[in-house]
């Protein structure tokens, strides 16, 4: 069974960095793409970053872009996003995602819990 | 950036009602079109993808249709199950993007 296993969520303050991790299993990581998604409470699902299963393709949202980066280290199983400069309006659920395939432009067919980020002085 | 708009945004049906989902995609997307339900407190799920495929495991009550910027999802038998929020995605090219949702409740 699929499980992605979110992680580094919390409270911080405006400017601030923070670092989001994601523990999957029950798949061969390496084989796939691997995505954040976020979602303030009551709203809507905003995609943010996506990386292709070696890091060759990474994408960004406009709105995270050069405040944001994601990583992956295969050899750790482990999705990273580090988060820079953080801002009031980056206050949501982030959720993991999984690709359906190697390639990052493809649908997410499994997605983790969320961890929370707030970001307030 | 593509935008996604769906609509309704809200509908109320009953169970065992067909209700049908649009998603317009602001420039052509081919056929990169996926469809998430998101149950209240839930992660989303995927249904379709590639705007006429079932997900894995996915019930065949759910069926999706369209090509180019036009999209549908349709649900043939509301089940308890599908009061929910509905998503489509484009994968078309990045960023990726989500339309605004499709919440449907119970009549």
Same mark, same amino acid.
């Given at each position: 069974e699929v499980q992605l296993v979110e992680s580094g969520g919390g409270l911080v303050q405006p400017g601030r960095s923070l670092r989001l991790s994601c523990a999957p299993s029950g798949f061969s990581f390496d084989d796939y793409a691997m995505h954040w998604v976020r979602q303030v409470p009551g709203k809507g699902l905003e995609w943010v970053s996506g990386i292709s299963w070696n890091g060759g393709s990474i994408g960004y949202a406009d709105s995270v872009k050069g405040r944001f980066t994601i990583s992956r280290d295969n050899a750790k199983n482990s999705l990273y996003l580090q988060m820079n400069?953080?801002?009031?309006?980056?206050?949501?659920?982030?959720?993991?995602?999984?690709?359906?395939?190697?390639?990052d432009l493809l649908p997410l067919d499994s997605w983790g819990?969320?961890?929370p980020v707030t970001v307030s002085s | %950036?593509?935008? =996604?708009?769906?609509?309704? !945004? *809200?509908?109320?049906?009953?169970? @065992?009602?067909?209700?049908?989902? +649009?998603?317009?995609?602001?420039?052509?997307?081919?056929?990169?079109?996926?469809?998430?339900?998101?149950?209240?407190?839930?992660?989303?799920?995927?249904?379709?993808?590639? %705007?006429?495929? =079932?997900?894995?495991?996915? !019930? *065949?009550?759910?069926?999706?249709? @369209?090509?180019?910027?036009?999209? +549908?999802?349709?649900?043939?038998?509301?089940?308890?199950?599908?009061?929910?929020?509905?998503?489509?995605?484009?994968?078309?090219?990045?960023?990726?993007?989500f339309g605004g949702g499709t919440k449907v409740e119970i009549k």
């Open positions: 400069s953080l801002r009031a309006d980056d206050t949501a659920l982030y959720f993991c995602a999984k690709g359906m395939r190697a390639w819990q969320g961890t | %950036a593509i935008q =996604l708009t769906q609509s309704p !945004s *809200s509908l109320s049906a009953s169970v @065992g009602d067909r209700i049908t989902i +649009t998603c317009r995609a602001s420039q052509s997307i081919t056929t990169s079109l996926a469809w998430y339900r998101q149950k209240p407190g839930k992660a989303p799920e995927l249904l379709i993808h590639d %705007a006429s495929s =079932l997900g894995s495991g996915v !019930s *065949s009550r759910f069926s999706g249709s @369209g090509s180019g910027t036009d999209f +549908t999802l349709t649900i043939s038998s509301l089940q308890p199950e599908d009061f929910a929020t509905y998503y489509c995605q484009q994968f078309n090219r990045y960023p990726l993007t």
